[in-house]
């Protein structure tokens, strides 16, 4: 057993500075040693495929994180760890409990199946592990391991850790919730397509803003209207776009965000609003275009056409709300946008080019090509 602080101040030594994650028995010591540290800071996610997308944010944005959760939630993980992190070679560190560890202390009946397969299922998915260390002389080796593997490979690294691993730690900070501030917007009506709209946006866009466009044909038309090292282009993942957007707001807080969402996508991960809301990124921009359908698969209906999103983002915490129809209101709502995090929706006609092109550029390239402009060296 080792203390939490042998473990997080090595691995700081190291740039480790966010950690995410959903809590775990076992990780209660580090998480509370993480919220008690002024150098340190964690985001509590909705849950285990938000945590991962928020840690690969940040270290698309160049800073080192850890997403940590118990291996009940390593299925809800899944997407990101195969079609984000894998993809974009985003490389984390995972602290992965193992509950129902096969021959360990008795644990409840639905941690069994997960408790025989973490693992397998984590060189499954070509994620490199090893148990977590539990005697404070092999941390320092192990996290040496895990972080020449992330920069050669460009891939994640698990620790799996047992219980008893860490010595309790108890939280001294006390959590004060905020009550929502912004008012839900008024709706509007489809009046164009998202061409037209993605068209302003770019337009609209400050030299310095980094642009993440969501899974599917909201990235592909933003290709093709203009390829910009400041753009990204997810693939996979669906539902991630604002987690990854607003770790890599927490990396680079001098830059403002700007996250392309779809209603099919912020729908199947509504409580990453939550999350943003209640942590309030000032320079995240959450630009939702809503058509009512998953265009991208073949068109079929979402229920966006019975929900109010931007009274969601309002009730979740988003400093402000608005509901634009038009290119022109769209560009000014980006120029006039107040610190964040701001919620845009944006309702759109349906309908996509039949030529409409795919990127001819890889997604791993694509990282590559953000992080070299963010360091300066290429131009928008």
Request: charged fraction near 35%; aromatic fraction near 0%; proline fraction near 15%.
């Given at each position: 057993m080792i203390e939490a602080a042998s473990f997080i101040e090595a691995a700081r030594q190291r740039g480790f500075a966010l950690y995410t994650g959903v809590p775990c028995s076992y990780l209660k010591p580090f998480i509370n040693y993480c919220i008690d540290s002024d150098a340190l800071r964690y985001i509590g996610a909705a849950n285990e495929g938000d945590a991962v997308a928020i840690a690969a944010g940040a270290a698309l944005g160049g800073l080192r994180s850890v997403a940590m959760f118990q291996n009940s939630g390593l299925g809800n993980a899944v997407s990101p760890l195969t079609s984000l992190t894998e993809t974009f070679r985003l490389p984390i560190l995972l602290i992965v409990t193992l509950r129902g560890e096969p021959g360990g202390a008795p644990?409840?009946?639905?941690?069994?199946m997960m408790g025989h397969i973490t693992p397998s299922l984590l060189e499954l998915m070509n994620v490199r592990w090893e148990y977590f260390p539990d005697?404070?002389?092999k941390v320092c080796e192990a996290l040496e391991r895990a972080t020449d593997h992330m920069k050669t490979e460009g891939r994640p690294y698990a620790f799996v850790m047992r219980k008893g691993s860490v010595a309790p730690w108890s939280l001294s900070t006390r959590p004060h919730a905020q009550a929502p501030t912004a008012s839900p917007a008024p709706r509007a009506s489809a009046q164009c397509r998202r061409?037209?709209?993605?068209?302003?946006?770019?337009t609209g866009v400050r030299a310095d803003d980094i642009v993440i466009a969501s899974t599917g044909v909201a990235g592909r038309e933003l290709y093709a209207l203009d390829d910009r090292a400041n753009q990204l282009y997810m693939v996979g993942s669906m539902g991630c776009a604002i987690s990854l957007g607003f770790g890599l707001a927490v990396a680079?807080?001098?830059r403002r965000v700007i996250v392309i969402d779809g209603d099919g996508a912020a729908l199947m991960r509504l409580g990453a609003l939550c999350t943003v809301g209640a942590e309030?990124?000032?320079n995240l921009v959450h630009v939702l275009f809503d058509n009512r359908m998953h265009?991208?698969?073949g068109g079929q209906a979402t229920v966006s056409g019975s929900v109010d999103l931007p009274a969601i983002a309002a009730a979740s915490g988003y400093a402000s709300v608005s509901c634009v129809a038009s290119p022109d209101a769209l560009q000014s709502a980006l120029e006039s946008a107040s610190p964040g995090p701001v919620f845009i929706e944006v309702p759109i006609l349906p309908g996509v080019a039949d030529d409409l092109p795919r990127p001819e550029i890889s997604p791993a390239q694509v990282a590559a090509r953000l992080r070299e402009w963010l360091r300066g060296g290429a131009e928008a």
């Open positions: 644990d409840e009946p639905q941690h069994a005697e404070a002389d061409r037209e709209m993605l068209a302003s946006l770019q680079c807080p001098d309030k990124p000032p265009e991208s698969t």
